[in-house]
């Protein structure tokens, strides 16, 4: 009750009224700059509270298959570059965490290598599981999910863009 008179009271008053304006979540753009922490570059992220588990663009130069994966005896390093749309790339060696099941249009599943990256968003830092996938087809590099989002305690503006710096202070 008092949730609907606040919200009638902003709205005869001329104000809109913002969940996030009463707690301390960080609010940014639908659409922002992203870094990789400790590689200077900087990528475009779409921020999509309807994916559940970030993406980002990467072209596998190395990865242990994923029936090796399950052998501990072998390794589960993989190499890949990230390339923004300056065509500017940086080549990465990490672990694989785990391979995520990804649901096809068609019906189907594909498997994606994750692996964990430190992201600078919104001028904050952000450890956080993140698919390697071919997003060459698709408009932004990076796809920041729900979990990262909530992660980070963000709530995205769909009428903002680019709202802040990508830059992080260690």
């Known amino acids: 009750m008092l949730r609907k008179l606040l919200i009638a009271t902003s709205i005869i008053a001329g104000t809109t009224f913002s969940a996030a304006a009463d707690t301390d979540k960080n609010v940014l753009g639908w659409l922002e700059h992203v870094r990789i922490a400790d590689l200077d570059i900087q990528l475009d992220a779409k921020l999509d ?13 190395n990865a242990p298959s994923r029936k090796d994966w399950d052998d501990e005896d072998k390794s589960r390093d993989i190499v890949f570059k990230v390339i923004n749309e300056d065509d500017e790339e940086r080549t990465i060696e990490t672990e694989i965490v785990r391979w995520a099941a990804i649901k096809t249009k068609r019906g189907g ?16 830092l952000i450890e956080d599981e993140v698919t390697l996938a071919d997003r060459g087809n698709f408009n932004y590099e990076t796809l920041i999910g729900r979990n990262m989002l909530e992660k980070a305690d963000i709530v995205v503006d769909a009428s903002e863009i680019y709202t802040k710096r990508a830059r992080c202070s260690k």
Not at 49 to 61: C, D, E, M, P
């Open 49 to 61: 509270s309807g994916a559940k588990t970030s993406s980002i663009h990467a072209v596998i130069l």
């Open 109 to 124: 599943l594909i498997h994606r290598p994750v692996v964990e990256l430190e992201f600078c968003l919104g001028g904050l």
